[in-house]
Structure formats: structure tokens, C-alpha cells
């Protein structure tokens, strides 16, 4: 089982798309079927149990992930480093912004097998969402972690807005003086607060969004074909996978099924962002058995989607909480589609490029409920 470790809340950054919504005035959903939801008000700021009771859970565990995350978990780089050499883990991988990676030693760095770093592009970019200096920090950042040996996954995982130009972005983190990525994920920022009227979000998706992906994926196959390598674009690698084996999925990102997040108090709930969601909890790590913790599932209007086994329901928390309309929504729902679509007529490019040796399949494989949400 993989499991996400929040140790605080607290975090060294301000980004337009996350904290610095707090300070603005959203609008409540309009849709009746959206619950109205109680937020634990006592929920510990920072991690706030004996971690011999996280050692003791993850021990029923054969084979656990352990995945540290915020708030901006190196803000307790002290605790990453006394979980890491004490906790009986398979492996570890860590969320973080980047700004804080230099504080840990480089023998704890190199345990960790995945490490996703918060970038949105090129620095322009990068600093408009997340603060001036940011880009350069990170950069130096990721470039001192290899100096110093690590030989994980290093993912770029990109804040996608209407400020985004998808294309150009991703070409920038893969292809750029200052560090290329393989390894690359994006996640819309789309459904997530009560923020619709206020954006351009419809349009964007329409003129900018939809197309870029679309140039993606050609851009993607193009690299398969004159360089024999499958690029780690994770939006449409996971995906592809399962299309080319014919395979089915729950929610891509594991939440409420193979991925499960420990909060601060010890209470286990089924997705990272559903912090302080009692209702919503399966457990608690002094008594739950990890390997029979209650099964979440998204239901709803994505049960009848006809694409519902490609995407699995793209995020169980805007799916609980509806901060958009329904008419939003669907505009969210067109995205997927888009991707959907983009991918499933590219299948018989790669299955060409497979049968005549240029990749193969196993070019495909990754490691599951690593942090990325998949469907953007």
C-alpha cells in the first residue's frame, strides 16, 4: 500500500493557485448535491503522535510506500531524517517545492526512490505563480542533489492555469539549460474552489488548452519514433499503458483504494488535499489494519460517463466537494475527454513503433500512485 505522510501544514511559499486563495473571497457551490463539509478544527498543525505508532501500523504492511507531504514537508526535515532511518519502509518518496531540498543530508536524499519537485515551467512562469527567485532555488536545488548522487525519479510537476501555454511548458522542463526533465506531470487547477466566475477558464481550455495537448501527444510519439524513448510525460504515459494492455482503472492517483494519506493526529483519510474531512476517514493508525482499509470510490455523474474505466473519476475530493456547477464541471470533463480522445487515435502509431522494435511495452512501465494524479 502507499501511503502519504502529512507532517504540517505549514508551508514557506504563497502560490496564486493554493495558499493565496485563502485569502480571497470564493463562492459557495450552487450544486444541492454538494455536502457541506465539517473541517476537524482540533487537526494538529504539525505531525502529533509517538511515531512508534506509525512504525507499528506500517509493520502489518508487507510491501509500504511511504510518501512525506504538506503543507511543505521539509519544513520538518528533521522528522523526514528520523523517519527515514528508523521506519520499516520499502521505499520513499517525497512531494516538496524545492526551496528547502539542500537541508537534508545526501544519504537521506538518496533513499528516496521519487522525488516530485513543484515546477510550472520556465522561470517567468515558475515565479509568477509561486514567488520571485523561486525557479533559480529549485533549479540550483535539483542540480546540488545529483552532484550529490541521487539516481531516483526526479519528476517536475507542474500547476497548470490560464497563465499556462501547456505545450510550451512541458517542452521547457524537458528540454532547457538549466535542468532537463523526463520525468513530467501536470495537474489543472481546475474544480478545486469556488473560483469559476472570476477566470477565463473556459475559454483558455477551448483556444489553448485542448490544442496544446493534442500537440503534445504528437510531440510525444514524435520522440518515440527518432529517438527510441518513451518520455515520462505521466498524463499520457499511465494511461497509454492500460490503453495498449486493455486495462481498466479506478482513480489513477490510487486515492481511497491503493493510495491512503496519514494526517497529522493519525487518522487515515483517503486523498492528501482531504485534510481535516472526519467524515470522510477510514481509520486511524492505532487500530486500522492497512490492508483492509474501506475502499473509496468516486460515484455520481462519473459512474455513467463512457469513459469512466479510462479516467476513474479524476479527483475524489472535487467529486465530494463540488465547488463548480455542474455546467463547470463539464468543462473540466472536456479536458479528459480531449486527452481521451488524443491518445486513443495515437494507439496504432505506437503499437507500429512497438511491433517494429523502435520501443517496446515494457518502455511503458512506471511505478504506480507515485504522487501524480494522472488525469490532469
Known amino acids: 500500500m502507499y501511503f502519504h505522510l502529512i507532517l504540517t501544514d505549514e508551508c514557506n511559499l504563497c502560490c496564486r493557485y493554493c ?14 448535491t454538494a455536502p457541506r463539509i465539517n473541517i476537524d478544527p482540533n487537526l494538529p498543525r504539525d505531525l502529533d503522535f509517538d511515531l512508534g505508532l506509525l512504525y507499528t501500523f506500517l509493520k502489518k504492511d508487507p510491501l509500504p510506500t511511504l510518501t512525506f507531504y504538506g503543507g511543505e514537508p521539509l519544513m520538518r526535515a528533521d522528522l523526514i531524517e528520523k523517519i527515514v ?23 537521506v536524499v538518496n533513499r528516496f526512490s521519487t522525488i516530485l519537485v513543484s515546477l510550472d515551467g520556465d522561470e517567468t512562469l515558475t515565479d509568477g505563480n509561486r514567488g520571485a527567485g523561486v525557479y533559480r532555488k529549485v533549479m540550483d536545488n535539483v542540480r546540488l542533489l545529483q ?61 489553448s488548452y485542448n490544442p496544446g495537448i493534442c500537440t503534445l501527444v504528437t510531440d510525444w510519439i514524435d520522440h518515440m519514433e527518432s529517438d527510441g524513448e518513451v518520455l515520462r510525460w505521466y498524463p ?22 491503493a493510495n491512503y494519506s496519514i494526517m497529522t493526529d493519525g487518522h487515515i483519510a483517503p ?79 505506437i503499437r507500429a513503433l512497438i511491433e517494429g522494435g523502435t520501443i517496446s511495452l515494457n518502455d511503458f512501465s512506471h511505478e504506480k500512485f507515485n504522487g501524480c494524479e494522472i488525469i490532469p
Open 19 to 32: 495558499r493565496a486563495k485563502a485569502f480571497e473571497v470564493l463562492e459557495e457551490s450552487d450544486d444541492e
Open 85 to 107: 532511518h528508523e521506519a520499516p519502509v520499502k521505499q520513499f518518496m517525497i512531494q516538496t517545492n524545492g526551496m528547502l531540498l539542500d537541508r537534508l543530508e545526501p544519504e
Open 147 to 207: 552532484e550529490r548522487g541521487y539516481a531516483g525519479e526526479l519528476i517536475a510537476r507542474m500547476a497548470v492555469t490560464e497563465r499556462t501555454d501547456i505545450a510550451k511548458a512541458v517542452h521547457w522542463l524537458f528540454n532547457n539549460p538549466d535542468h532537463s526533465f523526463s520525468s513530467i506531470h501536470w495537474q489543472l487547477d481546475a474544480n478545486f474552489a469556488g473560483d469559476f466566475s472570476r477566470r477565463q477558464f473556459a475559454d483558455w481550455v477551448t483556444v
Open 236 to 257: 499520457f504515459l499511465d494511461p497509454m499503458e492500460d490503453l495498449l494492455l486493455g486495462k481498466k482503472s479506478l482513480l489513477r492517483c490510487g486515492s481511497g483504494h
Open 271 to 349: 486523498c492528501p488535499v482531504m485534510i481535516g474531512m472526519k467524515e470522510y476517514y477510514v481509520g486511524d493508525i492505532r487500530s486500522a489494519d492497512p490492508k483492509n482499509l474501506d475502499r473509496i470510490y468516486v460515484g455520481g455523474e462519473c459512474k455513467g460517463c463512457r469513459i469512466y474505466d479510462f479516467c476513474g473519476g479524476r479527483c475524489l475530493y472535487s467529486n465530494i466537494t463540488k465547488p463548480w456547477s455542474i455546467t463547470e464541471r463539464k468543462t473540466v470533463c472536456g479536458t479528459v475527454e480531449n486527452l481521451h480522445s488524443a491518445l486513443t487515435k495515437a494507439v496504432p502509431r
